[in-house]
């Protein structure tokens, strides 16, 4: 890096003018996105995204709109430095800013993107028990919510598996996994499937307190409980990949077609029928109940409210939800529309999802 300071400083002593502080910059290019405006209104002006804050782009009001926090750009920046080349920035570093700054800063709950209904056979209708959850274990400033546990729960589809193998350690047809909070484990006995041959629902028993050894993994649930709100119905989850296919869609040599034709088709999907526990209801409420909330919510910037939903990634409102105060209070779905955007993934764990 060379500094035209010095030069800079000289020729305004030379002519006896006013002296500035100068600042250098460089230009930061990052895989798999574009920072060039001409090219992002080229992007927005075709169709290929809806706007410049469309959280897929890689601008300021984009990245806010995603969830992403202030203070995990600006240490990817302060560690990137500045420099007279020209180089491409993995994206992956950002990424694992934004893990580290949310691993501190955001809540956790259960939510299954893909429900999958469960039901406890050995346990009576009206089964009823309120489980204590922390929202960050072994961090008390966060609080605990709690959740209601019945005869009938959710579990995410990729917790299931029709046929079970060795290095696998969630549930399966006759094996048993334990449930996050709960002492006691299930054993899936039964398997009901619909006439195209995809899974209804499962048939599982609850083993009692000490009947087996300690499960090896612990999977998320939502009961089924709407008298008090549960599970909490999400009317989309909005999946950001990556906007191109390639790290550099500029480069001739790996895009012959130019860089129009590395959009990915695929860097939005739009997930329905999700669905999260009542700590997500109840964290929304605690946060608007805050001074410094209610004004944010009020102007509605509604992407500081942010999760991790467990074992799946960092989600944050998108500012077309709607959030009825009525709701909040109740803590339940009326009115409101919420619509939750996947501000980064958690890190990958090989033998999860279905066969």
């Known amino acids: 890096f060379f500094m035209s300071r010095e030069s800079y400083y000289w020729l305004c002593d030379a002519v006896e003018v006013y002296k500035p502080v100068q600042w250098e910059y460089g230009r930061l290019n990052v895989t798999k996105t574009l920072l060039s405006k001409r090219k992002l209104l080229e992007l927005r002006d075709k169709g290929f995204v809806r706007a410049l804050d469309d959280p897929r782009l890689f601008t300021l009001p ?61 346990l009576p209708e009206d089964h009823f028990e309120e489980i204590e959850m922390s929202y960050k274990p072994n961090d008390d400033s966060f609080g605990t919510y709690t959740v209601p546990f019945t005869r009938v729960l959710y579990i995410d589809s990729s917790d299931f598996r029709d046929v079970d193998s060795a290095d696998y350690y969630r549930l399966a047809p006759n094996k048993s996994v334990g449930l996050q909070g709960i002492s006691r484990a299930i054993t899936c006995t039964k398997v009901l499937r619909n006439a195209d041959g995809s899974i209804a629902e499962l048939v599982c028993r609850i083993e009692p307190d000490g009947a087996q050894a300690k499960p090896k993994t612990f999977i998320q649930w939502i009961a089924d409980c709407p008298k008090l709100g549960s599970p909490v119905r999400l009317d989309e989850v909005r999946v950001y990949n990556p906007l191109f296919k390639h790290d550099n869609p500029k480069d001739s040599s790996e895009v012959p077609g130019g860089w129009l034709s590395d959009v990915n088709q695929d860097s939005l999907v739009v997930v329905k029928g999700a669905i999260a526990d009542v700590g997500l209801w109840d964290w929304i409420k605690r946060y608007a109940a805050t001074e410094a909330g209610r004004k944010e919510l009020d102007q509605h910037n509604v992407e500081n409210v942010r999760f991790q939903f467990k074992r799946v990634g960092y989600f944050a409102l998108d500012k077309d939800t709607v959030l009825a105060p009525a709701d909040i209070e109740s803590g339940q779905i009326g009115s409101s529309k919420l619509i939750m955007n996947r501000i980064v993934t958690l890190k990958e764990d090989p033998k999860k999802g279905s066969a």
């Open 62 to 122: 984009a990245l806010r709109r995603r969830g992403v926090p202030a203070l995990a750009i600006n240490a990817f920046v302060r560690e990137l430095g500045v420099t007279t080349a020209d180089p491409v920035i993995d994206v992956v570093r950002l990424d694992n800013h934004i893990r580290d700054c949310l691993g501190e800063l955001a809540p956790r709950i259960m939510a299954a993107t893909h429900p999958l209904r469960v039901v406890l056979e050995n």
